[in-house]
């Protein structure tokens, strides 16, 4: 076998394996990797209010999903940094994802006897469906302010993920 | 390049010079016309509306696209012809990679873009090989020509009636523009005060007949919810025409010239119409909402103006198209969530318009909604990718004008509180098109051609002049600009026929 045949034989078997991980490389590369974990959603707290106002289906070439919404948790001290993350929970692992957070005036003002200051009481996720593996999820949110234990709220939307599709399940 | 080089002075060569450059010159022609075939084909299948400004900015498109991979193929292959033949092979599946990927990802539902990607970069490190490797130039050369003259026939097959379009007898003048070129003298002084005008056109919403066919809805609420702002409505106003170029080039010279207008000729009837110099006589300022920088109307004529979308994110666009069915269409953004944004902009824009300025503003926004991409139902919720264009289920459009009732009410309520004393007229440039789509994209045959063509021009008609009476009846989107614009300026305009029943 003369050399230029060697190259472009290795050069297939690089193409090969490449096309096998390609998935992968690309949410590590765009950052939509997500890690399964073991989180524990069996202790919900009462305290916490919740909405979920935007769930997008799954858009473009990562099938990016979309939540939005907001939550808090009652006993809110005012003007604290608050964080808000996304679980989805299947029966053996889960995923966490992070959140942006965003100011909620129509929130506070729907809620005026906590005494609840705006900053931080929305919050807004995309994660790509891609990411997920096949399987039943139950959406949970972590909601907590910065430095103090989180609370987890169980939102009873349930997804799921089957070949391409990625879909909320209705009651 | 090794053909050039040896075409140059060697003595003796049976070759002439000229000869061979003609021949590489025919090479990389036979391949350029490979890369324009989905352009030819796609202007063939879209001719209604596409207006030539568009087909040369997509030639020019397709052209840059052909210098760079026959650049990069001649530096990898060194040689005219070889080049010209890998790129003859390549530039199709470059060109149409999303219908491909569309039929794999059908057979292999877990085949991602990527994964495509990466096929087609093998298939032509595999080409470059074997043609540099197997394929002498002078075989190339014959290849490349047979390529070019099957490519150059399938071409003339696809382009023959836009030939015949552009090269049809020389259309008249209209001659209802000159009676109204008499009006812009016979303009008579106003009051000080101008009454603002909003002009909202929202293309594709059916009227209140052309509804009810294809849907089975009954669209009366939305009439009686406008009649209570105090708007003056039509349930069965016509258009003259189902093309939106034309109904538009019409409405905004206020005449039903665009009808014998060649593509070219409406463009340049949008360049300076009618309705805008009147208006501008008058004494208006003007604004504009913009959505897929359709209206062509130099932006020097608007004091004001709101464009939602930047170029490659436009949906009427034959370059977006094109891109669209490309491997790089990932540069578009065609999801929901970014058109429902825009979609929101404009509405609220239009909405601040009746802040801007307290008179003398005559604001016009085109916005290509509740018209595909089909992005919300009609509660706001946003649809999955997949009904974006699926023209086939009457209730993905019916679900987004149902929606567009609700932000056209919020819209109007918001210019009536803050502009009690203006003037809205809420316009479509024709109904919903239902039928022709399904003769056009599945060859699903009228009955009665005549009949549905006239449901599909059944337009949205509704007018507000300073929350007085206004007095019209089934009048067409032109006559009815045409009452207004006598009863706000008493022009003496008149009006034209309407549309054939």
């Known amino acids: 076998m003369n050399k230029s045949y060697k190259i472009l034989l290795a050069f297939v078997v690089a193409g090969l394996v490449l096309l096998l991980f390609s998935t992968k490389i690309v949410l590590l590369v765009t950052g939509n990797a997500l890690e399964k974990k073991q989180i524990d959603t069996t202790i919900t707290s009462p305290d916490l209010h919740y909405h979920i106002d935007i769930i997008s289906p799954p858009e473009g070439l990562l099938r990016s999903v979309f939540i939005r919404g907001w939550a808090f948790d009652t006993k809110y001290q005012a003007d604290t940094k608050r964080q808000i993350t996304m679980i989805l929970k299947s029966d053996t692992f889960a995923y966490e994802i992070p959140t942006f957070s965003e100011s909620r005036e129509d929130v506070r003002d729907a809620f005026p006897r906590y005494a609840l200051t705006a900053n931080d009481l929305g919050f807004g996720g995309t994660f790509s469906s891609i990411a997920i593996q096949e399987g039943k999820y139950e959406l949970f949110l972590k909601v907590g302010e910065v430095g103090a234990e989180p609370a987890l709220l169980k939102t009873n939307k349930t997804f799921i993920k089957e070949g391409v599709r990625f879909e909320e399940v209705l009651p | ?501």
């Open chain 2, 1 to 501: 390049m090794k053909t050039l080089e040896n075409s140059t002075t060697e003595p003796g060569t049976k070759t002439p010079a000229k000869k061979v450059v003609l021949f590489s010159f025919l090479s990389l022609i036979s391949s350029f016309l490979v890369a324009c075939f989905p352009l030819v084909y796609f202007t063939n299948r879209n001719l209604e509306w596409i207006n030539t400004h568009d087909f040369f900015q997509a030639l020019g498109g397709v052209a840059l696209h052909w210098l760079i991979v026959i650049i990069i193929n001649l530096l990898i292959l060194k040689d005219f012809h070889l080049a010209s033949l890998t790129t003859i092979f390549i530039i199709l599946p470059l060109s149409l990679f999303k219908s491909g990927f569309a039929y794999i990802s059908r057979v292999v539902p877990a085949f991602q873009y990527w994964h495509v990607l990466m096929l087609v970069f093998t298939f032509y490190i595999l080409l470059i090989f074997i043609i540099k490797k197997y394929v002498k130039p002078e075989v190339s050369k014959k290849l490349n020509i047979i390529a070019g003259a099957v490519f150059l026939m399938l071409i003339l097959i696809n382009a023959s009636p836009f030939i015949s379009q552009q090269g049809g007898e020389k259309r008249k003048a209209d001659q209802k523009n000159n009676a109204l070129g008499q009006a812009l003298n016979a303009i008579s002084p106003v009051g000080d005060k101008l009454p603002n005008i909003y002009l909202f056109i929202f293309d594709e919403y059916a009227g209140y007949d052309g509804l009810l066919r294809y849907t089975g809805f009954d669209n009366q609420k939305f009439y009686d919810d406008l009649s209570n702002l105090g708007f003056k409505t039509s349930k069965h106003s016509l258009s003259y025409s189902t093309s939106s170029n034309t109904e538009i080039t019409n409405l905004l010279n206020l005449s039903t010239g665009a009808m014998k207008y060649t593509e070219q000729e409406k463009n340049n009837a949008m360049k300076d119409p009618f309705l805008l110099k009147l208006l501008k006589e008058v004494g208006y300022d003007f604004n504009l909402i913009n959505d897929q920088s359709f209206i062509s109307t130099p932006k020097t004529y608007f004091k004001h103006q709101f464009v939602p979308q930047g170029y490659f994110q436009q949906d009427e666009n034959l370059l977006s198209l094109l891109i669209e069915k490309s491997v790089y269409y990932p540069i578009r953004t065609t999801t929901s969530n970014p058109r429902m944004l825009e979609v929101n902009e404009m509405f609220a824009y239009g909405a601040e318009a009746s802040t801007i300025q307290q008179s003398g503003l005559f604001t016009f926004g085109y916005l290509m909604f509740p018209h595909q991409p089909w992005v919300v139902d009609e509660n706001g919720k946003l649809l999955d990718e997949k009904d974006r264009d699926n023209f086939e289920n009457t209730d993905i459009y019916l679900g987004q004008l149902k929606y567009s009732n609700k932000m056209i009410l919020k819209l109007v309520l918001e210019i009536i509180e803050n502009d009690p004393e203006s003037c809205i007229l809420l316009l479509s440039d024709h109904g919903y098109r239902h039928p022709s789509r399904l003769k056009k994209y599945r060859d699903i045959s009228m009955e009665d051609p005549a009949l549905e063509y006239l449901y599909m021009r059944n337009t949205l008609n509704a007018v507000y002049i300073k929350g007085e009476a206004i007095d019209f009846e089934d009048y067409s989107g032109i006559n009815t600009l045409r009452l207004v614009l006598d009863r706000l300026f008493s022009l003496g305009l008149g009006m034209i026929e309407e549309p054939g029943k």
